[in-house]
T-cell receptor
Framework: EDKVVQSPLSLVVHEGDTVTLNCSYEVTNFRSLLWYKQEKKAPTFLFMLTSSGIEKKSGRLSSILDKKELFSILNITATQTGDSAIYLC?????????FGGGTRLMVKP | NAGVTQTPKFQVLKTGQSMTLQCAQD?????MYWYRQDPGMGLRLIYYSASEGTTDKGEVPNGYNVSRLNKREFSLRLESAAPSQTSVYFCASIRDRGYYGYTFGSGTRLTVV
């Protein structure tokens, strides 16, 4: 059974801080690792990672995958209050996505 | 706007009542999914449909049934609601079972009392 574990469960930082969110996975038929941001409603897609060691970047957010050690990290630099959300990672093993439990990030002014 | 549409957005049921959650997508996606999200649990897959005419169980299918009515629509039915089914339900679709991220509906918040 596929397993995705995220850490920490929750995090409180102040604006301007840099945060690193972790995602480890155990899957039998790995295709890709995805990151989502969830505010009040549905998750919105951030990144999809398929190749090890290649960083994906979008503004202040970046993510990288290590297929040998089976983990991914999501970095957010110069955090803003608008970054407050639940961040979900999921592995795509073919038929479906298996999600981790999420990291709840709160950014204080 | 193109996307995944879920109805209703909110629902309160009494234990033992039945209801159907509706989901429709207009992106010509092949695969559709139903997830539930409980606090601290991430999203857990209930059922999915890889293509029109097929459905398969996910991680937590007990107490639910689904129908892939056509390529656009995928409904989730609770035949006899239980308090343990209180959750937020998300429908999602994807073009194919490949490398692309899901498109999610806006969710249905269901409370069973």
């Amino acid at each position: 059974e596929d397993k995705v574990v995220q850490s920490p469960l929750s995090l409180v930082v102040h604006e301007g801080d840099t945060v690193t969110l972790n995602c480890s996975y155990e899957v039998t038929n790995f295709r890709s690792l995805l990151w989502y941001k969830q505010e009040k409603k549905a998750p919105t897609f951030l990144f999809m990672l398929t190749s090890s060691g290649i960083e994906k970047k979008s503004g202040r957010l970046s993510s990288i995958l290590d297929k040998k050690e089976l983990f991914s990290i999501l970095n957010i630099t110069a955090t803003q209050t608008g970054d407050s959300a639940i961040y979900l990672c999921a592995d795509n093993a073919g038929n479906m996505l298996t999600f981790g439990g999420g990291t709840r990030l709160m950014v204080k002014p | 706007n193109a996307g995944v549409t879920q109805t209703p957005k909110f629902q309160v049921l009494k234990t033992g009542q039945s209801m159907t959650l509706q989901c429709a997508q207009d992106m010509n996606h092949n695969s559709m999914y139903w997830y539930r999200q409980d606090p601290g649990m991430g999203l857990r897959l209930i059922y999915y449909s890889a293509s029109e005419g097929t459905t398969d169980k996910g991680e937590v299918p007990n107490g639910y049934n689904v129908s892939r009515l056509n390529k656009r629509e995928f409904s989730l039915r609770l035949e006899s609601a239980a308090p343990s089914q209180t959750s937020v339900y998300f429908c999602a679709s994807i073009r194919d079972r490949g490398y692309y991220g899901y498109t999610f509906g806006s969710g249905t918040r269901l409370t069973v009392v």
